[in-house]
């Protein structure tokens, strides 16, 4: 089956461009929603996923928070109107102008990643005269099972503070009087289709939690990042992620301490399924042992096949014609501006408009301009 796209509405619109589905949008949400609040769980968007304005306004609405990465994106967050007591900051290399600009609106918290990073925020902090909250990301050494590129969590990952410089963290930490510790923070990875690595995450937390404990360090808030994965294969009939399964993982194995909030930063989990680019067919080429389907879009628009390898799906949406095997591929000067090789695609023909589907996450955001191509235009089920 494919997806419902309002096809006559696009046929005047220049490809390629990214569509999104805000009814698809705002039911992942709620779906989100209903199912953490079922335990009291905050959820902090990790704006790197999408940052388009459109998009983060929505999220917004919803009352989430944002989880951001750089300057750039607390300042997205910020003019899509997200409340600075509900942004965090985080990432391995932070530059002294991004930790003042959240200095500067008082963000929720820093996620630090290592001893140099805390001593500058400490130094930055005191110059203000401000007390800066922060939460230290642990390297918690819990292998995610994902794609090799997204894993974060391993001790060979520049990601975290490991457990084995905690302590060392703590002891700093005495010595330091504008930074404040609120909280702990892990992200192990992304694209994670099977639960039992959260389970080992809930087990490790809770170890690292217990022996704060013994030191007499009690954390206001444990976030655990984001992680859960989408169906790429079946993106009509699994739209929308369960949920309700994964928050289930951490009330189960997860000890919440008395007066404790559990914060989640999930990404693509909210926004993957509702967003597709959209493209043409430019040529269908016969090569001697293959055919090509060239698309108008390239990885300039969707760089994940090229760089992960990763899957989506693809459909005609102008053929019902017996498929055909095809290389799907698109403009861009190099072999990897490939979508997918022997690719089944009803049967295809110059100006067939091209769905890829799944897109709404690391999409539209890391597009970029190689070829001196222009960023593509985005549109919204409903204001088309
Ligand atoms: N929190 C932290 C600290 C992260 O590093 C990430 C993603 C997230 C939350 C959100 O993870 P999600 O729920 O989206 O899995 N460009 C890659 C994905 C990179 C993910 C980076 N970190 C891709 O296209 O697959």
Known sequence: MKGSFPVEKFK??????????????????????NAANKYGY?????????????????????????DCVSGGEIQAALDAGFPTS???????????WEINLGLEKDIFCFNV???????????????????????????PEVNANTHHHITTGLKENKFGINLDQLN????????????????????IGSQLTDLEPFQVLCTRATEIQDQLVKKKIFLEHI?????????????????IPNFEDYFKIFNTHFKVLPGQQVHFEPGRSLVGQCGSLISRVLYVKEGTIKKFVVLDAGFTELIRPAFYEAYHKIENLDS????ETYDIVGPICESS???????????????????LRSAGAYGEIMACQYNCRKLPQSYFSDTL
């Open 337 to 355: 501006d490939c979508f997918a090789k022997q690719f089944d695609l009803n049967k295809a023909r110059r100006g067939d408009l091209i769905a």
């Open 113 to 139: 990643e290592s001893i140099a990073e805390l001593e500058v925020i400490n130094e930055l902090a005191q110059k203000k005269g401000k007390i800066a909250s922060v939460a230290f990301r642990i390297n």
């Open 42 to 66: 905050h959820i902090h968007y990790a704006v790197k996923a999408n940052a388009n304005p459109r998009i983060l306004s929505i999220i917004r609405e919803k009352g989430f928070g944002a």
């Open 168 to 187: 060392k963290i703590i002891d700093l930490l005495s010595t330091l009087t504008s930074v404040k510790l609120i909280g702990l923070h892990f992200h």
């Open 12 to 33: 005047d619109i220049q490809t390629p461009f990214y569509y999104y589905d805000t009814d698809l949008l705002r039911n992942t949400l709620s779906a989100a929603e």
């Open 223 to 239: 976030n655990f990042g984001g992680g859960l994965g989408i169906d790429y294969t079946h993106p009509n009939k699994n739209s």
């Open 320 to 323: 019902e014609a017996l498929p």
């Open 86 to 96: 509900k942004i965090v900051f985080a990432g391995v290399g932070k530059a002294d």
